[in-house]
């Protein structure tokens, strides 16, 4: 099955700073990569999503990239804000009949003001 | 976006009794759900994958006699905690997409405290 590798485990910037997060699958078939924010005590949202025809995807301050050849994918957050502090998922999917995502263990960002 | 709702967002009970949970897709048809258990500051942990009309697929390791699943209609999944323990206790959390519309994202419930004492 699918195996989903993200790193770092915990981020610590200071407000204004740009973050990055980074995925890596294994399966090659896997073509939808969503990512999720979780603030405490909280369900995880979609905050942005990339398909796999599409190299890069921006919205506002968030941007994701695709490296299908190298199977890794980023999540840029750029002008970091106290309110970005969460934890941030990333995931992959295998299109299909059944779509089952596959979670990376998760990001736990800090942003100091 | 899509609504999910989870019931109850919180439950206490007492060690050996069974406790429901509920996970509703609001305004879309979910024929498959998805049902997680989180530990603190650890990522979303697939229990099973539940499938409206049929059994409910169950990950290596997750009890299938302990945490009953049904999935009895488009818009509804149960879990059932059965005879819970407190090792039991954790966050427990649904997900569901759209039917007919594959891979897209996932809404998730807005998940339920287990506190088995």
């Known amino acids: 099955g699918e195996n989903v590798e993200q790193h770092p485990s915990t981020l610590s910037v200071q407000e204004g700073d740009s973050a990055v997060i980074k995925c890596t699958y294994s399966?090659?078939?896997?073509?939808?990569f969503p990512w999720y924010k979780q603030e405490l005590g909280k369900r995880p949202q979609l905050i942005i999503d990339?398909?796999?025809?599409?190299g890069e995807k921006k919205d506002q301050r968030i941007a994701v990239t695709l490296n299908k050849t190298a199977k890794h994918f980023s999540l840029h957050i750029t002008e970091t804000q106290p309110e970005d502090s969460a934890v941030y998922f990333c995931a992959a999917s295998i299109g299909g009949g059944s779509y089952i995502p596959t979670f990376g263990r998760g990001t736990s960002l800090i942003v100091h003001p | 976006g899509a609504v999910v709702s989870q019931h109850p967002s919180w439950v206490i009970c007492k060690s050996g009794t069974s406790v429901k949970i509920e996970c509703r897709s609001l305004?879309?048809?979910?024929?498959?759900m998805f049902w997680y258990r989180q530990f603190p500051k650890q990522s979303l942990m697939l229990m099973a994958t539940?499938?409206?009309?049929?059994?409910?697929?169950?990950e290596q390791g997750v009890e299938k006699d302990k945490f009953l699943i049904n999935h009895a209609s488009l818009t509804l999944s149960t879990l059932t905690v059965t005879s819970a323990h407190p090792e039991d206790s954790s966050f427990y959390i649904c997900?569901?997409?759209?039917?007919?519309?594959?891979?897209?994202?996932?809404?998730f419930g807005q998940g339920t405290r287990l506190t088995v004492v």
């Open positions: 399966d090659s078939a896997s073509n939808y």
């Open positions: 990339i398909r796999s025809n599409v």
């Open positions: 997900s569901a997409s759209h039917t007919g519309i594959p891979n897209t994202e996932a809404f």
């Open positions: 305004d879309f048809q979910a024929t498959t």
């Open positions: 539940s499938n409206e009309g049929s059994k409910a697929t169950y």
